[in-house]
């Protein structure tokens, strides 16, 4: 009895983990989209201002104008942050958006003088103090790093067109790990935005009332 109750409890597992290849990279790619269509725009509308930081960007940037960063950094920002949101070409704009943020950590958040690690680790804020301020872009640095790995998740205009290559997975989470995993996001998201949770839960709850079909589930056929 105890190895069929493992089985089950792995069965399910591996159903939420399903879930997760839709929802976990595209919650990434949404924040990630907004953050970078903002700082993109917001070069498109403004003036600029690379002119002022000097020799500071690295090789091979500190080669190039300020207006072809400038430019290059408004439409890497603008075009990435579309493909991240349709999930098209994920690797390839995440990637690009890694280095840009990269050299934008190195050019304007990184200390310029830092003796220490514990000198350095002032430098992990938002605000500049004097010690540098690349918190951010560390945090959108390792939100980048699981879309560079491994890609856009299914839901997105990549796994379709893998689907029309038929190369795609044929696992099945099923309405029971669904179920679960909006139940859980409704209860928190609610403590927030409760008509939101709710509405998860309520999605939830009927989720989990479907029957359950026989392949979801799959028992061993020993009793051993």
Same mark, same amino acid.
């Given at each position: 009895?105890?190895?069929?109750?493992?089985?089950?409890?792995?069965?399910?597992?591996?159903?939420?983990?399903?879930?997760?290849?839709?929802?976990?990279?595209?919650?990434?790619?949404?924040?990630?989209?907004?953050?970078?269509?903002?700082?993109?725009?917001?070069?498109?509308?403004?003036?600029?201002?690379?002119?002022?930081?000097?020799?500071?960007?690295?090789?091979?940037?500190?080669?190039?104008?300020?207006?072809?960063?400038?430019?290059?950094?408004?439409?890497?920002?603008?075009?990435?942050?579309?493909?991240?949101?349709?999930?098209?070409?994920?690797?390839?704009?995440?990637?690009?958006?890694?280095?840009?943020?990269?050299?934008?950590?190195?050019?304007?958040?990184?200390?310029?003088?830092?003796?220490?690690?514990?000198?350095?680790?002032?430098?992990?804020?938002?605000?500049?103090?004097?010690?540098?301020?690349?918190?951010?872009?560390?945090?959108?640095?390792? =939100?980048?790093?699981?879309?560079?790995?491994?890609?856009?998740?299914?839901?997105?205009?990549?796994?379709?067109?893998?689907?029309?290559?038929?190369?795609?997975?044929?696992?099945?989470?099923?309405?029971?790990?669904?179920?679960?995993?909006?139940?859980?996001?409704?209860?928190?998201?609610?403590?927030?935005?409760?008509?939101?949770?709710?509405?998860?839960?309520?999605?939830?709850?009927?989720?989990?009332?479907?029957?359950?079909?026989?392949?979801?589930?799959? =028992?061993?056929?020993?009793?051993?």
């Amino acid at each position: 009895m105890s190895n069929r109750n493992q089985h089950v409890e792995q069965s399910l597992t591996s159903r939420i983990d399903v879930v997760g290849l839709w929802l976990a990279p595209f919650g990434l790619r949404l924040l990630l989209a907004w953050e970078f269509f903002e700082a993109g725009l917001e070069k498109l509308q403004g003036a600029n201002w690379f002119a002022d930081l000097g020799d500071k960007f690295p090789m091979p940037f500190s080669l190039l104008s300020s207006n072809i960063n400038w430019t290059l950094a408004t439409w890497f920002e603008l075009v990435g942050s579309l493909a991240l949101l349709l999930g098209l070409g994920t690797r390839f704009f995440a990637l690009s958006l890694w280095v840009l943020t990269i050299v934008a950590t190195y050019t304007i958040h990184w200390p310029s003088d830092w003796s220490s690690l514990s000198a350095l680790w002032q430098g992990y804020a938002i605000s500049n103090d004097g010690y540098g301020n690349y918190k951010l872009p560390l945090i959108y640095l390792v =939100m980048l790093l699981p879309l560079i790995l491994n890609g856009s998740g299914r839901l997105s205009l990549d796994h379709l067109i893998d689907v029309l290559r038929d190369s795609a997975s044929r696992r099945s989470a099923g309405p029971s790990a669904w179920g679960l995993v909006l139940l859980t996001l409704g209860m928190t998201v609610s403590i927030l935005l409760p008509w939101v949770g709710g509405t998860l839960a309520g999605i939830a709850m009927i989720l989990l009332a479907l029957p359950r079909r026989p392949g979801f589930v799959h =028992m061993p056929l020993s009793k051993s």
